[in-house]
């Protein structure tokens, strides 16, 4: 069975991949019951930890299973672990000895286990607390702004269709948090409770055990009682009630260097904004950046992350006419409230914008509710608490239930998302930018390397249909330029070209407003969204991260292009016509020129069900 990316095995009664120090997908009759279960190691500022070593060792008893050991380095020292999975009939252990190399300074180090949210959300959970007493619990439905469990030793849930999952932990007490508010579509569980002490240390030849056993009943059908879940990973709608939002570009400090030629080139996306981001000591780049924005026709978006009087003495030059006029919005994160009311005057007609510079956990804990006029904002980040590539194509799976929160919180204000950067830039608490090294390929380690390949666009689509499905009203989507740039100046400004992401930006911006006529977007398998117009388009996103063969002939396709790469460049190139099926690589996406006006939800429905899990072996695309 193809899970994803990444080695699979099985488990007991359950298929699994390998991801570094865990396992991925838990499946049992094709249903995800557990999202991941392994090692996660933090250091003291949250960033999490990947093995230095690994060595792998599978077992070859009746259940089957899994040996890991590995070294994790943390500053100057290292912790020496292994992990075991071993089978049973009706699950699976997961056993963890750890050992400090030299004293080891962590934010949390041990066992983590994932329930997904789309099958557990809302569902009924027998507790056993920290001091062995039983109670009966839900795991919460709308997205938690805190820990809604107590410390456990034990929980049971169940699904609406009758799956059982029972977990029962060892060696520490455990806690669950809800990671929708980082966008990951997952329960987690993880040891030492936060109101523990943090950071802590470990000492030298200190050695930790960990045990989590997982008892697992098939479902039948739906247990009465039981509170329904949303719907698996998969978000269906009809126009006319999603629409595609307006798209920009998120432009700050490090982008002013790049050359005017290459501003030109980034006016070729069609974005319509530009949000662009002043942070504290950064007040006299700003004539700068507006010079940019309008060399590349973006209206300007301002967000300013904890600017002083300086810095507001150093923008008035720049916010007096006509340039103050083709100032839309502002968004001010702290900022002191004298700072804020020569802003007002400076900007007197500018929309002002509430939220956060940050992820949605930070407006979702402090429940801020703007008044009817002004727009609310947060930033996605995919990646906070797990880099791997199905981690980041399952942050997908958390957009439709973080945005509808969001539309709820906000009150009837229009609602802006992003910037969705990879990985983020800035730190959530201070503002200040996180880059502060320099990896083995020369980039900051703030930069993912993902940000000029297929998968980011492949992300990146699927989000814009996500949202527009959901009610975003505008998208900040990637940096203009740079490292996470939708341009890709690697190989010199005079070669600048579009990234993937920039060329599915090409492909979608001068469709901003249009009707999304469905949805379907399978974060395990494809994502398929259709623009509706007089010719309907199509699109086909490839997210498993494996060949797929996509049928044809029941769309009638009038033209067909597919975003690869051909001669060391990225482009749209056509498929040639007619052809029953379509091969697509990993990662690719397709769009789909149809000749009738309206294909129905019906047929669309049936060639969905045609494309899912339609897998074929590992070969070349049909694009040459």
Avoid at 320 to 346: F, N, T, Y
Wanted: hydrophobic share 45%; proline share 8%.
């Amino acid at each position: 069975m193809l899970v994803g990316p990444g080695r699979s095995l099985v488990v007991g009664p359950l298929v699994a991949m390998q991801q570094g120090a865990a396992l991925q997908s838990l499946q049992m009759d094709g249903v995800t019951l557990i999202a991941e279960i392994g090692l996660g190691i933090r250091n003291r500022l949250w960033h999490t930890l990947a093995p230095q070593s690994l060595r792998r060792r599978s077992c070859v008893d009746r259940w089957g299973g899994l040996v890991l050991r590995g070294k994790t380095a943390v500053e100057q020292s290292s912790l020496a672990w292994q992990v075991t999975w071993t089978g049973h009939a009706d699950g699976l252990d997961v056993e963890l000895t750890m050992r400090a190399c030299g004293a080891v300074t962590v934010n949390r180090a041990g066992l983590v286990l994932l329930l997904p949210c789309d099958r557990f959300a809302g569902a009924p959970a027998v507790i056993t607390d920290a001091l062995g007493g039983r109670s009966e619990a839900v795991l919460p439905l709308a997205i938690a702004a805190h820990q809604p469990l107590p410390p456990l030793r034990a929980v049971e849930v169940r699904d609406d269709r009758g799956w059982q999952v029972r977990l029962e932990f060892e060696g520490d007490d455990f806690e669950v948090e809800d990671h929708r508010n980082w966008l990951d579509p997952c329960f987690k569980f993880y040891n030492r409770p936060l109101s523990a002490p943090t950071p802590y240390r470990i000492e030298d030849g200190q050695e930790i055990h960990q045990r989590i056993r997982v008892a697992i009943r098939r479902g039948t059908r739906p247990c009465a009682g039981v509170v329904a879940t949303p719907a698996a990973p998969t978000a269906r709608m009809r126009a006319p009630e999603g629409r595609l939002p307006v798209l920009g570009l998120n432009v700050g400090a490090g982008q002013i260097a790049v050359d005017g030629e290459c501003w030109r080139r980034i006016g070729e996306v069609g974005a319509t904004f530009a949000s662009i981001r002043i942070l504290q000591g950064e007040g006299g780049l700003l004539g700068a950046l507006l010079a940019r924005a309008r060399a590349a026709r973006l209206q300007p978006k301002l967000v300013l992350v904890r600017v002083d009087e300086q810095d507001v003495q150093a923008m008035a030059p720049c916010l007096v006419a006509p340039d103050r006029a083709e100032v839309h919005s502002i968004a001010c994160h702290a900022i002191q409230p004298p700072v804020m009311r020569m802003l007002e005057h400076l900007l007197p007609d500018a929309l002002r914008v509430v939220g956060t510079f940050g992820d949605f956990v930070h407006v979702n804990r402090a429940a801020l509710v703007p008044a009817p006029h002004e727009a609310f904002a947060f930033a996605l980040c995919p990646t906070v608490h797990a880099t791997d590539d199905h981690s980041l194509l399952r942050s997908l799976g958390a957009l439709p239930a973080m945005v509808e929160q969001a539309r709820r919180m906000a009150g009837g204000a229009s609602l802006w998302l992003g910037p969705c950067n990879l990985r983020r830039d800035l730190h959530p608490a201070t503002g200040s930018t996180s880059g502060l090294a320099l990896r083995a390929d020369g980039l900051p380690d703030d930069v993912d390397p993902r940000q000029m390949l297929p998968i980011a666009a492949a992300w990146l689509a699927c989000a814009i249909a996500l949202c527009g499905w959901s009610g975003v009203d505008a998208l900040c989507t990637f940096d203009a330029v740079g490292p996470r740039g939708v341009v890709d100046t690697r190989f010199g400004i005079d070669q600048a070209r579009l990234s993937p992401s920039g060329l599915v930006l090409q492909a979608l911006a001068p469709r901003q407003g249009v009707s999304l006529a469905w949805v379907s977007v399978d974060m395990h398998q494809q994502g398929l969204f259709v623009l509706a117009g007089p010719c309907p388009e199509v699109w086909v996103v490839e997210l498993a991260g494996h060949p797929l063969e996509l049928p044809l002939a029941g769309l009638a396709p009038a033209r067909v292009r597919v975003l690869a790469r051909r001669r060391d460049q990225y482009a749209w190139w056509p498929a040639p016509l007619p052809r029953p099926v379509l091969r697509l690589q990993a990662y690719q996406i397709a769009r789909i020129d149809l000749q009738m006006q309206d294909p129905g939800t019906q047929l669309l429905d049936r060639w969905a069900q045609s494309v899912r899990g339609n897998r074929l072996g590992v070969g070349s695309s049909d694009l040459p």
